[in-house]
């Protein structure tokens, strides 16, 4: 249970501080946007990761937990904390160990009522079109070590010269799915991705994955618009109309970009007393390994990072090209080509990234560190400018894309002032769990969880039934809930929620 004594309401009731004095070494007050319900189902230890986040050297303003937070890795899984870029610290810790973990929505324009009579034709094809599950042995492309270094700098900008989509789709994708447009756009290019970064070992394990779908948390849904709440900012997506047709896809660096993490935390373990001999602290947690700013140990995490992020970027361009291919394959002799059946990208976004950014701080404008775990931008239209982003609809912010779980719904959002305000255009990047993997596989059994989804008209087809029980609705938090604090807190405003109808897991 969370300790509710120690909070105090900020505001909306859904805007919470955790006091300095929580833990001593504290340098910034904790601050959690939840509801009460959402507040009474976190763990302590979210808290603490909180406070912990706190005491890091350079942080500014708050160290934050968004609603769908929970125990993570350092820190909390839905957490964001801004650091000095002179003065502060990068941490592993603070992206996690799936480096652009990140979530594409495609629109379509077939309905439910049309897709609805081959669906399970279209969840087997897509199956065997796009690799899932841990290993994926059924892979469509086998990288040499100089190709995966061309991923590595040119991210989804590397698929589509190799044929995979559209040219358009790239304006579509957060930095144009390439990080070194990021840091060329704000001249901090020694950050951006390289290609000499990566150890063998992440080489040797990125090579296989590329253009799979993973397991865990990991899908690919056929979804359906159940709801529209901003009509105007809908119809620039696209979305006109419920019972339309949406593709989500939910993946990330797969073992590359865990083992760049696991690389990078071994050696700022080592790193991490430098900090603490040069800013005079004690870090309360070594999973917290950071490195100072400026230095090479830092440099290098962003080079490696960066160049996983556009493997993540790369991996999702490829299995939306051969979602596209699948539809066509399954429904082309009534409706066309993938064009004419209106099958675009909506937005593709990164949700486990530290980012070099500009945020006014006290009325000055700072250079930060900005660290989202389980957490994604939600810029406005302004901010995205300010950055060299791409404005994927003009006069509208930037869409947020919160994938629920299989049984439920996701959400389609906008970015909003209050966020860039309040928690450096930042909001939540999902459901959020409140069961362990292990616990939800001892408490249900896929088969038991895949024939109650059918019964909702939801089908499932999944490499392992044990990934289905892992991922069982009842073990993530309400997204609804989730949505509504954000919300009510004003840092995401929803445009549209969406059902699954079919769903793919690795």
Known sequence: MAPKSMLKHVRDNVVWELPEDYQGCMRVPGRIYATEKLIDEMEK????????????????KHSIALPDAHYGYGFPIGGVA?????????????????INCGVRVMKTDLTEEDVRPKLKELLE????????????????????TQELRQVMLY?????????????????????????????EEIGWEEYGPRDDVASKRAIERGRPQLGTLGSGNHFLEIQVVDEIYNKEAAEKMGIKEEGQVTIMVHTGSRGFGHQVCSDHLR??????????????????????????????????????????????????????????????EVFGDEYGD??????????????????????????????????????TRAFTEEALKQHGEPVPFKGLPQPVLIPGDMGTGSYILVGTEKAMEETWGSTCHGAGRTMSRAAAKRKFWGEDVAKELERQGILVKAASMPV?????????????EVVKAVAEAGISDPVVRLRPIGVVKG
């Open 267 to 328: 050696i700022m373990e080592k790193s991490m007393r430098d900090v603490e001999r040069r800013f005079g602290v004690k870090i309360p947690d070594r999973q917290l390994a950071c490195a100072a700013m400026g230095t090479d140990d830092a440099k290098r995490y962003f080079n490696a990072m960066n160049a996983a992020a556009n493997y993540a970027f790369a991996n999702r361009q490829m299995i939306s090209h051969w979602t596209r291919e699948s539809f066509v």
């Open 155 to 183: 991210g989804a900008e590397w698929a589509v010269e190799e044929g995979y989509g559209y040219e358009e789709d790239l304006e579509r994708i957060e930095s144009r799915g390439n990080m070194s447009h990021a840091y």
């Open 338 to 375: 993938a064009e004419d059946m209106g099958i675009e990208v909506i937005y593709d976004i990164a949700h486990n990234m530290a980012k070099i950014e500009r945020h006014p701080v006290d009325g000055e404008e700072k250079w930060l560190v900005v660290h989202r775990k389980g957490a």
């Open 468 to 480: 289905v029980a892992e991922e069982a609705p009842p073990a993530y938090k309400d997204v609804d």
């Open 45 to 60: 230890g979210v808290f603490d990761q909180v406070a912990n986040v706190a005491c890091l050297p350079g942080i500014y």
């Open 125 to 144: 094809t897509i199956f065997r079109n796009v690799p899932a599950g841990l290993g994926s042995r059924h892979r469509k492309v086998r990288l040499t």
């Open 82 to 98: 801004a650091f000095d870029v002179e003065d502060g610290v990068v941490s592993p810790g603070g992206v996690g160990y799936d």
